[in-house]
């Protein structure tokens, strides 16, 4: 009986993780991490464009904030919604892609200052973007 | 050269004040409350402080460590509970450490993840092979003082210095008290997590400490700790000055390098990583000694780092399987921040089954003679015996409703 209370237990936490249904408070918590994603893609593209980091760094790091934006474009885009909140919804998959891809251009470009500085303003609008929906 | 000697405090405290998971934590805690937790830290300071100071006393009188006791104390039975539960903390620690270790030789090099892993698990192989316990000691320890830009950092991302100071005062002014109290259990938690006292109460019997050594043991404890707790509240105002204020949530490793290299560029990048990259890995080290320092302990077999690998051969490979077992692990391709984040939540269930033999060995007047406890840290042991006691009943129930901390 402990054993299933346990596992039980478990697959809570893990439901909660990821997959499910999406509610709005689960669309204002993914909102905020596409936010954070793109906020964060615009500091290292700043950091990029003013010649304050490394080849390297910037490489991997921005692989990885990239990663996890698709991650959640790909999540958004499929799984179900309770009523009212599906167009919010699908929309935060397509800006997570958008913020997926130009972050893809930091890794692929983490010393082109240009690049990284004409990318700024855009990760910015996304993060405003995803920020409204959350609301 | 006296100030050589407190290295062991300093690798225990970096390595278990600020690995991975602490590393990420408080300046998630500083992301998400800014400056309100910073009462915390010092709370989970003063306590580590009083039960290392504790078992590095019993080690230095009795020459008995932790594990020593926990089976003396507690009997067999309830003893290989205490066991089980810490060898399984020990080796998800281990393997987000090494996963660590990894991801930092990763930010500096840009080579690829798995292959990084193996040459991190060859690394400490190596390094815990050929290198003294004193090396050790100080080669992680000071390395790890790189963080120290943290401190530098924070200052320097100019922090609205009296909101620092309210801080320090408990408080509470949030609409989410469930996440609040998540992460008072979770830095409680961290800063008391029990492989730092069985890594420093061996190292104390490893460096053959005596009655002469117990101002050494107090300044170790003070000075280690005290360090790792000062890098802890650095990394929090890091976390409140800069994260808070845009909105970010910090969950990679090099997201807490960023936070070096937005106020101090490319310079602070560096020492960020290359000091997170000497934390984590003596944080590898620490667990990976403890693992092997507990079964050894427990079962009665010879052990110690100061022995030839051959005087001591069971302990060497129980130290060689564990590294090999957490190597597997971290091939799976498990998120090393996610998983410290979960070993640090468990592991805090497992805090009093730690701590009491320790308060009851530190007050046994047959292995302590005239060094037992005396009143201050009698009743500091109780209360943070309590404080323990709540951190390990709240714990998996917060970790339950705030979804891992996700609120």
Redesign the interface.
């Known amino acids: 009986m402990k054993r299933w209370a346990a596992l039980g237990?478990l697959a809570?936490?893990f439901a909660?993780?990821n997959g499910g249904t999406v509610d709005r408070h689960a669309l204002k918590?993914d909102s905020?991490?596409v936010?954070?994603l793109a906020?964060?893609g615009e500091?290292?593209a700043n950091?990029i464009s003013?010649?304050?980091?490394?080849?390297?760094?910037a490489?991997?790091?921005a692989q990885?904030?990239a990663g996890?934006a698709s991650d959640f474009a790909t999540s958004l885009a499929k799984r179900p919604t309770v009523a009212g909140i599906e167009l919010k919804v699908r929309k935060l998959s397509r800006l997570a892609a958008k913020v997926s891809r130009e972050l893809d251009q930091l890794h692929l470009h983490p010393t082109d200052r240009g690049a990284a500085a004409s990318l700024k303003r855009p990760l910015l609008a996304d993060?405003d973007a995803a920020?409204k929906l959350a609301k | 050269m006296k100030i050589f000697q407190v290295a062991l405090g300093i690798l225990a405290a970096i390595g278990g004040f600020v690995d991975i998971g602490d590393l990420v934590f408080n300046v998630s805690a500083g992301a998400t409350f800014g400056y309100q937790l910073l009462w915390v830290v010092v709370i989970g300071v003063v306590g580590i402080i009083v039960y290392s100071e504790m078992c590095g006393r019993v080690a230095a009188i009795s020459g008995k460590a932790v594990f020593d006791a926990v089976r003396e104390r507690l009997g067999f039975k309830v003893g290989l509970m205490a066991l089980v539960s810490a060898q399984v903390v020990n080796l998800m620690t281990l393997t987000a450490e090494i996963g660590g270790v990894a991801i930092c030789l990763q930010l500096l090099s840009g080579l690829p993840y798995r292959s990084l892993i193996v040459i991190a698990g060859i690394a400490i192989a190596i390094v815990v092979w050929v290198t003294s316990f004193d090396w050790i000691e100080r080669i992680f320890g000071y390395g790890g003082l790189c963080l120290l830009v943290f401190a530098v950092a924070a200052v320097k991302l100019d922090p609205i210095w009296s909101q620092v100071g309210h801080g320090f005062v408990p408080g509470m002014q949030t609409q989410n008290p469930t996440l609040y109290a998540y992460f008072v259990i979770g830095l409680l938690g961290a800063a008391l997590t029990p492989y730092e006292v069985y890594f420093y109460s061996s190292g104390g019997v490893e460096e053959q400490w005596g009655p002469k050594d117990l101002g050494l043991n107090k300044a170790n404890a003070m000075i280690g700790y005290g360090l790792g707790g000062f890098l802890s509240l650095a990394l929090m105002i890091v976390g409140g000055s800069l994260f808070l204020v845009k909105g970010i949530e910090p969950e990679f490793l090099g997201s807490i390098a960023l936070g070096a290299e937005v106020p101090l560029g490319q310079i602070g990048l560096l020492l960020a990583i290359v000091g997170i990259l000497f934390a984590v890995s003596g944080a590898a080290i620490d667990t990976l000694f403890s693992g092997a320092y507990n079964l050894a302990q427990f079962l009665g077999w010879e052990w110690g780092r100061y022995r030839a690998q051959t005087g001591a051969p069971r302990f060497t490979v129980t130290w060689l399987v564990l590294l090999v077992l957490a190597l597997g692990a971290v091939m799976t391709g498990v998120d090393p921040v996610q998983l410290t984040e979960f070993a640090v939540i468990f592991s805090a269930v497992a805090l009093p089954l730690t701590y009491i033999p320790i308060l009851l060995v530190a007050n046994d007047r047959s292995y302590m003679r005239e060094y037992v406890n005396g009143r201050l840290a009698n009743t500091l042991g109780l209360i943070y015996l309590l404080v323990i006691v709540v951190v390990a009943l709240a714990a998996v129930p917060l970790l339950v409703l705030t979804n891992v901390g996700q609120g």
């Open positions: 237990l809570f936490v909660g993780c918590r905020e991490k936010t954070s906020t964060e500091l290292l950091d003013k010649g304050a980091s490394t080849k390297d760094f490489r991997v790091h990885e904030l996890a993060a920020s």
